[in-house]
């Protein structure tokens, strides 16, 4: 059954899975068990993530100071490609909380993509969490592939996402060109192609 609804969001491009907080957690978990300083001081990546829905952003985000991070650096796709693609409709979060953000544009919010960066205490309450990340529109539509992201991936130190399903041999050849070091977390069949072990 579960390899049937794999199947079937392969061949329809619906493979835009989030995933859970808790299998976030304790997967970050193990790697501090193993080195508890594998994050410390570095820039972590999430390029394939949407902040308004994902739980990577809010883990790494709350967990900030604890994993003692330099910068979070989370992307999001442009909520018109998702629809495209997907046939997702606009977030509560994306409808009303950013209607009262400064920066807010009703046309770039539909065809770019965003930008979320968390490395500073921007609201004054002396630590840094998830209450400080600060937004902005990139200026494409945030797809892993354009310059742009692959700017922010050569920047980052970690790289840490779900990748899409459909996509994830691209996106494997898109992290293995940096020889940084990445965390995804996907299907188990992903460690069967010939691009993880050559």
Request: proline share 4%; with cysteine; glycine share 4%.
């Amino acid at each position: 059954m579960a390899n049937t609804t794999l199947t079937n969001a392969k061949e329809a491009k619906q493979d835009e899975f989030y995933t859970q907080y808790y299998d976030i957690e304790r997967e970050v978990e193990a790697y501090l068990d193993y080195n508890p300083n594998v994050f410390r001081g570095k820039t972590v990546l999430l390029p394939c993530d949407d902040p308004e829905w994902s739980n990577f952003t809010k883990y790494f985000a709350q967990n900030f100071e604890r994993l003692g991070l330099k910068k979070l650096i989370s992307t999001s796709y442009a909520i018109e490609r998702k629809q495209e693609r997907y046939g997702i409709q606009l977030s509560l979060f994306e409808t009303e909380f950013e209607t009262r953000s400064p920066q807010y544009d009703k046309k770039k919010t539909r065809s770019h993509g965003k930008i979320f960066v968390l490395d500073r205490d921007s609201n004054g309450d002396c630590r840094i969490d998830i209450n400080d990340l600060q937004w902005q529109y990139l200026k494409g539509d945030g797809d892993f592939r354009s310059k742009e992201v692959t700017k922010l991936r050569d920047e980052a130190d970690v790289i840490v996402t779900n990748p899409p399903f459909s996509i994830f041999r691209e996106f494997f050849a898109w992290i293995i060109d940096t020889g940084k070091q990445f965390l995804l977390i996907s299907n188990k069949n992903c460690i069967t192609y010939k691009e993880v072990f050559p």
